[in-house]
């Protein structure tokens, strides 16, 4: 009691002490209560929709927001939308956009990363702003450029327009964050290599990027997430070519085709998010690490 008193005792000690009993138990107790529910209701929507996609349409108008069906888990849901609203073309389409944009970013982010933190580059700050400015540039002002340019190349209304449009498309945050996880990369290391007469290719393939496991799972990641989700730049490009399109642009056509069938619509989504969420559940770890890494730095 005596410290609390004392005027020469640090006022943020004494204000830290006369708190800790008023957050107690009971005040840990209702922030928990409170993140649940949140956590709750952010979460309620996927599962309202995963179990949706099992019910049949009399269930899914009766029972509300019951999440799971009353009667027999319905599985012709994703058949009606794997193969009757060609979702397996569209899915295959993904993919292959997807793992493509993914390995895109990582090699051109990753080596214009090791070119501003491991070189001497005449401008390396104003090139980092001008990578700084270019990010807080609304996407809708450039893609009528890009449009130009990919019709200008032959590529409207192919997978490599969307590929090539959304590896540009990723480049900015990516390679800031490869620059600060290179920038924390000890350079004793990289002077023992050139000490050995390594180049600058071998530096940056056998010296630089096997430490980046972290960011670099961190960037796949992102840019893996960004182009499976990715709505506005499919839906410009395959116009023209309807097969071309990807799950997001499929989905909206599948609402105007069968608006009535929202159990199959359902299980489109569901087909939709459930890959994107794996990978996320897998490389999460590496995530955090990565993330964590890059800011530090």
Known sequence: MTTLTNPNYPTKRRSRFLLEPLLGGSAQLAIHVILIIIGIVYVFPFIWTLGSAFKTSTEFFSLGLTPFPAGGWQVSNFVKAWEGAKFSRYFLNTVFVSVMTTFFVVIITSMAAFGLAR???P???LVLGAIALTFFLPRGYTILPVFQIVKGLGLLNTLWAIILTGTAGNLLINTLLFYGYMQ???SEIEEAAVMDGATVLQRYLR???PLTGPVMATVSLFTFMNSWNDFFTPLVFTLGRPELQTLAVGIYSF????SRDWTALCAAA???IVPVVLVFLVLQRYFIEGFAGAVKS
């Open 119 to 121: 070189l001497k580059i």
């Open 123 to 125: 401008g390396k700050n």
């Open 184 to 186: 924390a990369v000890p």
């Open 207 to 209: 010296v630089v990027l």
């Open 255 to 258: 609402v105007g085709d069968t």
């Open 270 to 272: 569901t087909i939709s």
